[in-house]
């Protein structure tokens, strides 16, 4: 299993399908199959039957996207980046934007 770049909260933007070129928040990171769920990115159609706590219906929702088709978002200009990772004085390892220099890290 190999780990993925793509925390959640980290904001992303779509490379390639079609969303590219949209801009969002991870919402879920699934490592073991090297898929996230970006928010306002995949919406696909699902038709739910009705149940005891829901009313059913079609419902619209995120499908995850493959970690390859994402890349992290600039904090400084907002265009998309690769990833580095540099230790701080303290002593802490954060990830740091290649385009700008900028910790991505909180």
């Known amino acids: 299993m190999a780990s993925m770049n793509v925390k959640k909260g980290d904001r992303v ?3 390639a399908g079609k969303d590219k070129g949209k801009k969002g928040e991870v919402i879920a990171a699934m490592p073991s199959e090297q898929r996230v769920i970006v928010q306002g ?3 696909v159609k699902r ?3 009705p149940s005891a706590t829901s009313q059913g219906g079609i419902v619209e929702k995120e499908a995850s996207i493959h970690v390859s088709n994402v890349a992290h978002e600039d904090p400084k200009d907002g265009k998309a980046t690769r990833i580095g990772h540099k230790i701080l004085e303290d ?3 954060v990830r740091v934007a290649r385009r700008s220099g ?3 890290d909180r």
Do not use: D, M, Q, S
Request: without cysteine; proline residues 0%.
């Open 41 to 43: 990115v995949n919406l």
């Open 91 to 93: 002593g802490r390892k």
């Open 102 to 104: 900028e910790v991505i």
């Open 13 to 15: 933007v779509v490379l």
């Open 47 to 49: 038709h739910t039957r």
